[in-house]
């Protein structure tokens, strides 16, 4: 997720670093904008240093490298944290007199206000005024703590840990999406089936679908465990989704089968490799002199898909794929049936597929409808595929 990270004035400033590295910690992209007064508890420079953006604080500024119209676009979420009473008052009357509460009054993205400030500000009738018109517009806020406050005496008004913070902002941004609650199991990549120490059998696959099918059931509230073999991108860092890796296609029918009895849903992206050597040679094969042809007797290896397709209750959803060079959609009419799938994607690997950022491809439902997708990246391929499937399945 992007989020914008706002800074404003209090002694809990320097708490919002702790904020801001929790974010990243667990995958999303964070820039940061911060009041003058904020400056007086911790520096631009940190912030800059920690989101690698600069920092929005001032709509003036020649060398400013960031608009505040930018950032307030670019944002999924606003949080400001710690939220002073000025803010929230700006906030709540709709002005725009600076940097940050012109942006906030700009984004359209969800807001989520963290108060921080002494306990007499904070049970101001005009604070609370204030606030309440910030709930009766959406905006989220957390109550402060009660403790010691800096000025030596207890009260409310402590901005809580930065650890409840995130888990207030997750929970909150996670609620009403489609996937929240559903558990759905992924698996990305080629597998690879040894010959000997140094060679293996393996395939084109690069496991970008995958580990985009992953990515979006995670941001769509799902908790995803993601099985993946050879892949060829980074793997998503986000604390939604739980990694296992595999290497041969036996490994990931192990691990699949584990899996999927506390899943709703399995999704097979992977390109397992069919067929393995009968036999692993345990040291390097070496050339031999004279013999110019070398031959390796292969054996059948599980179809994964077929397994759960037998396996799986009345609840629980198959997903697979059809990799077809030829007679794409009669083929993979055939992989639906066979294996048991509530759904198969069709998609016709002759035409540069494999590593490639965009995909064409033909749904396939296990009662007879076909559902034709323009091109379109992986990205968006895998928000289409799961609103046609998991989210539907939710719907109905
Ligand atoms: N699959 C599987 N286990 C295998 C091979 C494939 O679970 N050993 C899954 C793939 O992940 C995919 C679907 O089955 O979701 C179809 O894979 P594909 O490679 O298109 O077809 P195959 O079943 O391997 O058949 P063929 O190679 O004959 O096209």
Redesign the pocket.
């Known amino acids: 997720m992007k989020v914008a990270v706002y800074i404003t004035g209090g002694i809990a400033a320097y708490k919002a670093v702790n904020v801001v590295r929790l974010l990243q910690k667990n995958g999303h992209t964070v820039r940061v904008g911060m009041t003058k007064n904020s400056q007086n508890f911790v520096g631009s420079q940190t912030l800059a240093a920690l989101s690698k953006y600069p920092v929005l604080d001032d709509l003036w500024e020649k060398e400013a490298q960031i608009s505040h119209i930018e950032l307030a676009d670019w944002s999924d979420a606003a949080i400001v944290v710690p939220a002073d009473a000025n803010i929230i008052g700006k906030m709540a009357q709709g002005l725009a007199d600076d940097a940050v509460s012109t942006t906030l009054l700009a984004t359209n993205a969800p807001k989520f206000v963290v108060p921080a400030m002494n306990v007499h500000m904070w049970e101001n009738p005009a604070l609370q005024r204030n606030l309440k018109l910030l709930k009766d517009d959406g905006v989220q806020i957390l109550d402060p703590d009660n403790g010691r406050l800096a000025e030596g005496y207890r009260g409310k008004g402590r901005m809580p840990e930065p650890d409840k913070i995130y888990q207030w902002f997750i929970e909150s941004m996670t609620k009403d999406l489609p996937l929240q609650g559903k558990k759905i199991l992924v698996?990305a990549g080629g597998t690879r089936e040894q010959i000997d120490p140094v060679r293996f059998i393996g395939n084109n696959s690069s496991g970008k679908m995958g580990l985009a099918l992953a990515t979006q059931a995670a941001k769509l509230g799902a908790k995803v465990d993601l099985v993946y073999g050879q892949v060829s991108v980074p793997l998503p860092t986000n604390r939604q989704i739980k990694v296992h890796a595999i290497k041969s296609?036996e490994d990931l029918l192990t691990k699949v089968k584990e899996l999927f009895k506390d899943e709703d849903a399995l999704i097979?992206?992977?390109?397992?490799?069919?067929f393995r050597p009968k036999k692993y040679i345990d040291h390097k094969i070496k050339k031999q002199k004279d013999i110019d042809d070398f031959q390796i007797e292969f054996e059948k290896?599980?179809?994964?898909?077929?397994t759960i397709g037998q396996l799986k209750n009345k609840n629980q959803l198959v997903i697979?794929?059809?990799?077809?060079t030829n007679d794409l959609l009669e083929?993979a009419e055939k992989?639906l049936t066979n294996?048991k799938a509530d759904y198969i994607i069709a998609n016709d690997v002759s035409k540069g597929v494999f590593g490639s950022d965009e995909n064409e491809v033909v749904i396939l439902t296990k009662d007879g409808r076909q559902t034709r997708l323009p091109k379109m990246t992986k990205v968006e391929l895998a928000k289409k595929i799961l609103e046609l499937t998991i989210e539907k399945k939710n719907k109905d």
């Open positions: 698996t296609t097979m992206a992977a390109a397992p490799a069919d290896t599980p179809d994964i898909l077929k697979g794929f059809a990799a077809e083929n992989k294996k």
